[in-house]
């Protein structure tokens, strides 16, 4: 009942993160402008995203624009794009899994089998957690470099937003739901491994010994 209960914690805290990483893929706060030096009164700030620039006005009013080419975005871009698209779709597979193999469901009878779909879901959570780390990284790499490099001009300077803070708690979700699910199948299959022994009642032979072959 223990392992069942951690087993749905798990898979709650893996869609937590789900959810954390579609809101992160979408949000355009990846990049957020600096207010450094003679920056520290603007007009406008900028938000800079894996699919649209926004320009926040100092009057409230906002305006966003979508990516004209995908060709010609940064590489880093590129890749965030892509890779949190591939976790929000492994994200969607590892929910399946792990809900047809868990303990509270009964599309499948209990044993190995079931307990190896659950491993796998648990598995496919930690990959997302993983793939969604790389951009995360990376984006706040270049955002450090860049404001610590001199020759960039205050103006371009940059620094983390919101989204990447969201995508780190997601992948923190990911991969400790991931692994507790793991652990608790694992823990469950080593539980109902073990081979049942049984042994043969004692009988005293004519001579009123006990027979040897009866001792298991």
């Not at 080419?69 to 871009?77: D, K, R, T, Y």
């Not at 989204?163 to 080593?190: K, N, V």
Request: proline share 5%; glycine share 10%.
């Amino acid at each position: 009942m223990t392992s069942a209960a951690l087993e749905i914690l798990g898979l709650g805290l893996g869609i937590l993160g789900w959810v954390g990483v579609i809101l992160a893929c979408g949000l355009p706060m990846w990049q957020v402008s600096a207010f450094i030096d003679v920056n520290i009164v603007v007009a406008q700030t900028i938000w800079e995203g894996l699919w649209m620039i926004c320009v926040v006005q100092s009057t409230g009013q906002m305006q966003c624009k979508v990516h004209d080419s995908i060709l010609a975005l940064q590489p880093e871009v590129q890749t965030g794009r892509a890779l949190t698209v591939i976790v929000a779709l492994l994200g969607l597979v590892a929910l399946m899994v792990t809900v047809v193999g868990a303990q509270c469901t009964n599309c499948i009878r209990p044993g190995k089998m079931k307990s190896r779909i659950v491993i796998a879901g648990g598995a496919i959570y930690i990959l997302c957690g993983v793939l969604v780390l790389i951009p995360l990284c990376w984006f706040a790499n270049i955002v450090i470099s860049d404001f610590y490099d001199p020759t960039v001009p205050p103006s371009k300077k940059r620094e983390m937003g919101a989204a990447l803070y969201i995508g780190w708690a997601a992948t923190a979700l990911l991969l400790f739901g991931g692994c507790l699910i793991c652990c608790c199948s694992c823990s469950q299959r080593d539980e109902t491994s073990f081979p049942v022994k049984y042994s043969a009642p004692r009988r005293p032979t004519s001579n009123g010994e006990y027979d040897k072959k009866n001792y298991v």
